[in-house]
């Protein structure tokens, strides 16, 4: 019986002061950033944890962009708010995946700077009606739904695309927008993406010498 390989990660740091939070790779020499665990405190690292996962949404062609809010008094960040949410989008997406087979899909949360829950939404449909999106976002408990193409053309190019869903991922909490509950899920990716995996190992702390 085969046994399973536990999946390796890259190694965390307890803070990421000056060139502590750089990792040498000892086999090829490769020099990375690393996470100290942080990122809700510190914005070097949010910023580096929003580029990866908008490199990871990059490895998907995604044909369009489409913003989701609540209905007003149910869209302040509170945990029951996340949850109204959270079961808002699963409903919206049994409807598409009726409608759209082989739906995909990846969604990322917003805090405004006026305190409201925004869901920022990538996703695999070229096209759908304002009527059909609007009865589906209001039976599913959604308020309001704005959609914005990636692949049509004179639209924004997918990485602009996602570099403005993802730009709240870089918050940290003393930010206005980046004050989450501890534990929020900030982002979710349900898409064939693409992964590398590296040997966590292999990487040591790297001090610059001079």
């Known amino acids: 019986m085969k046994t399973r390989q536990r999946k390796r990660r890259r190694p965390f740091l307890e803070r990421c002061d000056g060139n502590s939070c750089r990792l040498i790779n000892m086999i090829s020499g490769q020099i990375i950033y690393a996470f100290c665990n ?101 039976q599913a408990g959604f308020g309001y739904a704005e959609v914005r193409s990636i692949r049509k053309p004179g639209a924004k190019p997918q990485m602009a695309a996602i570099n403005y869903v993802t730009e709240n991922l870089g918050k940290i909490a003393e930010d206005p927008d980046g004050a989450w509950l501890e534990g929020t899920r900030r982002y979710q990716i349900s898409a064939p993406v693409k992964k590398k995996e590296r040997g966590a190992r292999e990487w040591v702390p790297f001090v610059s010498v001079g």
Not at 92 to 104: S, T
Not at 114 to 124: D, G, I, K, M, Q
């Open 38 to 138: 942080r990122r809700r405190f510190c914005r070097r690292c949010a910023e580096y944890y929003r580029y990866c996962v908008a490199r990871r949404l990059n490895t998907v062609e995604w044909q369009a962009h489409v913003l989701l809010t609540l209905k007003p008094g149910e869209d302040s960040p509170t945990k029951a708010n996340l949850r109204h949410q959270s079961q808002a989008w699963q409903i919206l997406v049994g409807l598409l995946r009726k409608e759209y087979p082989g739906f995909y899909y990846a969604w990322i949360r917003e805090i405004t700077e006026a305190a409201r829950l925004h869901l920022h939404v990538l996703w695999s449909v070229p096209w759908i009606s304002q009527d059909l999106l609007r009865s589906m976002t209001t």
